[in-house]
């Protein structure tokens, strides 16, 4: 079973060169004027992998799509002919997959992480972002094989699915890490960038990745916190619902001194403190 599009795509027509020469052109032009250095380092990605596709692809064309080999004819018997070649099939389907990941990650790359994200500061979650391309990969994957190799969707699915049992038996921890980190950023109970309190460390949210979030502290170092961990615990989020948040401090004073003028030092003080708002006013309080 064959497809008109994917056997254009395996020609390698001079239309196909032409392409992967403007994604490719593409991906230089975000990397280039990206500030951001996650954005880069996809970009970095992207164009790895279609340097990889487009080797594939020479080699591709170096391996005949026929061999020498035996047909049986209608009657039953076998007789010399040409066969398909095994090397041109395997190599195909790796060409045809490797092409649908550079694809999809071109897409993410310049319309999720370079429009949306550095440019118009959208917030899209990582993770959310990841599952969607893992998901249509897996879907354009069964098109390729059942394509290509003639592999009935159910039976891949099948065979996915026991794959799946065993890997998840193997790596639990992990997987709890991962559907953790995913319900982290579906709640949206924190985003990188906010302030939060967590156990004995405290910090801002840099990063949060499939296996862990990242913090980096005020001594400004990194703690690399498992999402499974952090999901069954008590986290204060100070950026939210706004950035605008009281902190108490206490401050020590003589018995000599008049409370009103204690009270009035410390309100000169907290006006004259960078960060500190005019409004709310500070409270300043006393305790026995």
């Given at each position: 079973?064959?497809?008109?599009?994917?056997?254009q795509?395996?020609g390698?027509?001079?239309?196909?060169w032409?392409?992967?020469i403007?994604?490719a052109?593409?991906?230089?032009?975000?990397r280039r004027?990206?500030?951001?250095?996650a954005?880069r380092?996809?970009?970095l990605?992207v164009?790895v992998l279609?340097a990889?596709?487009?080797t594939?692809?020479?080699?591709?064309?170096?391996?005949?799509?026929?061999?020498?080999?035996?047909?049986r004819t209608?009657?039953g018997?076998?007789?010399?002919?040409?066969?398909e070649?095994?090397?041109?099939?395997?190599?195909a389907?790796?060409l045809?997959?490797?092409?649908l990941?550079a694809?999809l990650?071109?897409?993410?790359?310049?319309f999720?992480?370079f429009?949306?994200?550095?440019?118009?500061?959208?917030?899209v979650?990582?993770?959310l972002?990841?599952?969607?391309i893992a998901?249509l990969?897996?879907?354009?994957?069964?098109?390729i094989?059942?394509?290509?190799?003639?592999?009935?969707?159910?039976?891949?699915?099948?065979t996915a699915?026991?794959?799946?049992?065993v890997?998840?038996l193997?790596?639990?921890d992990?997987?709890?890490n991962v559907f953790s980190?995913?319900?982290?950023?579906?709640e949206?109970?924190f985003?990188?960038?906010?302030?939060v309190?967590?156990?004995?460390?405290?910090?801002v949210?840099?990063?949060?990745?499939w296996?862990a979030t990242?913090?980096r502290?005020r001594d400004n170092?990194f703690v690399?916190v498992p999402?499974?961990?952090i999901s069954?615990d008590?986290v204060?989020?100070?950026?939210?619902?706004?950035r605008?948040h009281?902190?108490?401090?206490?401050?020590g004073?003589?018995?000599?001194?008049?409370p009103a003028?204690?009270?009035a030092?410390?309100e000169?003080?907290?006006?004259?403190?960078e960060?500190v708002?005019p409004?709310p006013?500070?409270?300043?309080r006393?305790?026995?």
């Amino acid at each position: 079973m064959t497809h008109p599009f994917l056997e254009q795509l395996l020609g390698g027509s001079g239309t196909l060169w032409l392409a992967l020469i403007v994604l490719a052109a593409a991906v230089l032009v975000v990397r280039r004027i990206s500030s951001d250095r996650a954005v880069r380092r996809r970009a970095l990605w992207v164009i790895v992998l279609l340097a990889a596709f487009a080797t594939l692809l020479i080699v591709l064309g170096q391996i005949p799509e026929r061999t020498s080999g035996f047909v049986r004819t209608p009657g039953g018997e076998l007789v010399p002919g040409l066969v398909e070649n095994s090397a041109y099939r395997y190599t195909a389907v790796a060409l045809l997959l490797l092409g649908l990941l550079a694809a999809l990650t071109w897409l993410s790359l310049v319309f999720v992480d370079f429009l949306l994200v550095d440019r118009l500061d959208f917030e899209v979650p990582n993770i959310l972002r990841d599952v969607a391309i893992a998901a249509l990969f897996f879907t354009g994957a069964l098109v390729i094989l059942n394509a290509r190799t003639g592999m009935e969707p159910l039976e891949l699915i099948t065979t996915a699915g026991a794959i799946s049992i065993v890997v998840g038996l193997a790596l639990q921890d992990t997987l709890g890490n991962v559907f953790s980190g995913l319900a982290l950023q579906t709640e949206r109970s924190f985003n990188v960038g906010d302030w939060v309190r967590f156990n004995d460390f405290e910090g801002v949210v840099t990063d949060i990745s499939w296996r862990a979030t990242k913090i980096r502290t005020r001594d400004n170092d990194f703690v690399i916190v498992p999402n499974s961990v952090i999901s069954k615990d008590v986290v204060v989020n100070y950026s939210a619902p706004t950035r605008v948040h009281a902190l108490h401090a206490t401050v020590g004073a003589h018995y000599r001194h008049p409370p009103a003028d204690v009270f009035a030092a410390i309100e000169e003080a907290a006006r004259q403190t960078e960060g500190v708002l005019p409004s709310p006013a500070v409270d300043v309080r006393t305790e026995e």
